[in-house]
Each structure stands twice: as C-alpha cells, then as structure tokens.
C-alpha cells in the first residue's frame, strides 16, 4: 500500500505540472486566434490513447506513454513530427503565420505558468503554515556532522556562526542550497577557538554518493536524549530498556548526546556492550547485544529504539495575505536560481552530472510512503520551478529550443527552413529519449546503493 500512496503521490503532482505547463502554451496560442488541435496529457504514442473526447474543435486526452504531455498546434513542427500539414499554403489560423514575437510568448507561456504556479504554491503555503525555524543562537550543544562533514573538518559540537561572513540567524541555513552548493567559508566555533572551514565546490558529488544532506549536518542539532520507544524483538528490548531510560555510559565511556551513543555503538558491532541506564533517578547496567550496523534494533537491521530529543523548539513567524506574497516569490525564485546555479556547476565540470540529477524514481521517494499535504505541495512548487528552468534549457524539442530559433529568425529577418527545424525536433526528440533513459537507470543504480 505504501508503493501506491508514493507512486499515487507521484503522478497526481506530475499531471498537476503536465496539464498547467502545457495549458500555458494552449492558451497563448488561443490568444493570438492559433489553431489547437491536441491537448494531450501523456503522450498517444502510435495514436494509442486511455481516454479521449473532442470539445470545440479540440482533441483532449490521456495517452498510455507517461512522459509528460503536449499541445499540437496547427502549422508548427512539434513532438508529433505531423509535416504534412506544412505542405500546403500558410492558413491565417496556423503558428507559422503568426508574427514571430507572437509565437515566442506562446512557446514561452508554459514556462510562464510554471513560474505563476510555483510562486503562488509557495505564497499559499506561507499564509496557512507561516515560516518555521530553529533559531541559530538557541542551539546549546553545536551540530552532528555526517562523514562528509567530518571529512571537510567539522566535528560533533561545533557552533557555526556564519557563512561567508554573514550571521546564521536560522539552523536550517546551515543545510541550504547556499552552503550545499559549495565553495563558502564556515565561520566555526570550537571550544575557545574561532576556526574557518572551506566547504568544497564539489560537495554535491560526495553527498550523492553518501546518501543526502544528513551526511553534511544533520537537520537535527546535537542533542540530550531519552529512550521514546523500544520495538519488538530488538536488541533495546531483549536489553530490558522501556521508555524514559536514559543510556548514560557504553562500556564505561560516559556519553551526554545521541551521536555518542552512535559513535561509540558503532565500536561494538556484531558484538556486546554494557550501557549504563539512569531509570527513576538510579543508574544499572545491563548488558546488550550490538547489530552489524552499530545499533540496538534486530539482526536483519530493524530499528530498536526511537530517541525523544531535548532540542530548542522552533519559531514561527506569520505574515498577512499580501505579506506573504514576497516570501513565498522569494522562496520560488530562490528555487530557479539555486537550481541555475547547480546546472551552471555541472556544465563547469564541478560536479558530476549523474550526481546532480534525480528522476521519477527518486522524486517518488522525495514524496513519501504517506500522505502530508505540506510536503506534496512544497515539493509540486519545487518542481515546478525546476520544470520551468528545465525547459528553459536551449535544447530542440523542449521550450527553450523553439524560443531560441524564433530570436535567430526575428534576429534575421526571416525563417529558419522547415527541413531544418524538423531535424532539429529529431535531434532535440533523441536527446531527451537518451537523457531519460540514463536518468532513469541512474535512479535505479542510486536505490541499489542505499541497499
């Protein structure tokens, strides 16, 4: 049931995306009296469609080929590589007949939806839920870095007081795109010292390899804990642990946080340990077995227990209905450019392009194997933005493409010839079949990594 909820999540944000996109471009050409002849979500790949009906001249349907969607649009060379219809003279209500600025806002309007959507998804979610934060000086014990934060130099505790010399006012700054895209100054706090650590440009390709952010720092400061849960048949369990214990030594070596017990279980896999366990103000030992992976859950890698974490609780700030149209275009735009920048890293050479890509597959897991609203939402406005930078890119057969060819002909004055856009759509059309097969087979090697 799970797997249905996640792909189920999936396809409803996608079509979401698909159907406003394409609605974009349907009606900028109804605007400037261009005939439409398809709006099809999927595609009818063979002429094979799930569902089809005809209203007011216009074919309206679902194809059986799930890779996004199309308008056709009379007189224009497009993903049906339908020529025929350019063998006769030019008719009044055909795209090539248009003045080329014309068809240039309709082969952006697409785009220009995905932006609109975007921006008022994020503007909504900032007057229902506000902006949550954790504020940076309320952080008591530092942060937990991953391996990849350890690798660059940060260590459990270290307090991070700014990013390329500006104050951290929120936690979660230290895990956003600014710091994660790389090649920034970490002003650190340690003990007594003030240190500056380098974050390398190439950290995406490190954090794709070692499994998400969470191997930077993770989204949770370092923290006092107690036992929230023990689940069955674990390792926690057989131990005689109960919720409220709190594990205070493992084999005599005293611990405060949950990374310590982390780290110091990890010593021990495979093999036994001896917690000390403060219950109702008294402490008693008890002995555990360890799992190959360091931790008290079971044999095959289940968990063991779940931590109730005495961390600083979060700030909310609200805004008004029109206050919040700044924040939310702020955080849309902010999810281009960052997005921008990160293609500009790959294009450089800085991080690898298999690296910096997810597809479906891993969209789906972004989704979850439940239902949260705010996360399908936030995560629809994300894509939507990334959907309109994609399609922005000046590749034949995608938006950017077309919009390209229509400024070299309003550059000179004429035309490009229809021979020479047809085996460009050819071209843009094997391009983007290669792309997503290599995203999807890379999707699928990333899932057998994890594993």
């Known amino acids: 049931m799970s797997i249905v909820i996640m792909v189920g999540q999936l396809i409803l944000g996608l079509s979401i995306l698909v159907i406003l996109h394409e609605f974009g471009h349907f009606i900028a050409a109804r605007a400037f009296g261009i005939k439409v002849e398809k709006f099809y979500l999927f595609f009818d790949a063979w002429g094979i469609s799930l569902v089809k009906f005809n209203y007011k001249g216009v074919e309206y349907g679902i194809g059986w080929l799930p890779l996004g969607g199309y308008v056709k649009i009379a007189g224009m060379i497009d993903e049906s590589m339908d020529t025929e219809q350019l063998a006769g003279p030019p008719q009044p209500w055909e795209f090539r007949s248009k003045p080329a600025w014309q068809r240039l806002i309709v082969m952006l309007g697409g785009i220009t939806v995905n932006i609109i959507l975007g921006i008022f998804i994020f503007w909504i979610l900032t007057i229902r839920y506000g902006e949550n934060y954790i504020p940076n000086n309320e952080i008591k014990y530092g942060i937990v870095p991953g391996k990849i934060g350890l690798k660059i130099g940060l260590e459990p505790g270290d307090q991070i007081t700014a990013i390329n010399g500006q104050p951290v006012v929120r936690f979660e700054e230290l895990t956003s795109t600014k710091v994660i895209l790389g ?79 982390q780290t110091e279980l990890q010593k021990y896999a495979d093999k036994q340990a001896v917690l000390d366990v403060k219950r109702n103000n008294a402490v008693k030992q008890v002995t555990t077995d360890v799992n190959k992976d360091g931790l008290l859950g079971t044999k095959d890698g289940k968990p063991g227990i779940g931590a109730k974490f005495d961390e600083p609780k979060e700030k909310t700030l609200k805004y008004s209905f029109f206050g919040s149209l700044p924040v939310g275009a702020n955080k849309a735009i902010g999810t281009f450019t960052d997005n921008a920048k990160g293609l500009g890293k790959v294009f450089s050479g800085e991080v690898k392009f298999n690296k910096a890509v997810s597809g479906p597959v891993a969209i789906a897991t972004m989704f979850g194997t439940h239902i949260d609203w705010l996360r399908f939402w936030s995560l629809v406005g994300f894509l939507s933005m990334v959907l309109a930078l994609t399609n922005l890119l000046p590749i034949p057969a995608l938006d950017g493409g077309h919009a390209l060819f229509l400024i070299i002909e309003m550059i000179k004055g004429k035309p490009l010839s229809d021979k020479f856009l047809e085996r460009a759509q050819i071209v843009g059309f094997v391009i983007l079949i290669t792309l997503m097969v290599f995203v999807f087979g890379n999707d699928i090697v990333k899932q057998v990594m994890k594993r």
């Not at 036992?227 to 005293?254: E, R």
Request: avoid cysteine; charge should be positive; proline fraction near 4%.
């Open 183 to 261: 090649n920034t100054d970490l002003t650190v706090q340690r003990n007594s010292q003030t240190l500056h650590i380098k974050v390398p440009g190439n950290l995406i390709n490190d954090l794709s390899d070692a499994g998400g952010v969470d191997q930077f720092i993770s989204r949770i400061p370092r923290s006092k804990f107690s036992v929230d849960s023990v689940f069955p048949n674990s390792y926690a369990q057989k131990a005689g642990l109960v919720k409220g214990d709190s594990i205070t030594a493992v084999n005599g070596v005293k611990i405060q946080f949950f990374d310590q017990l």
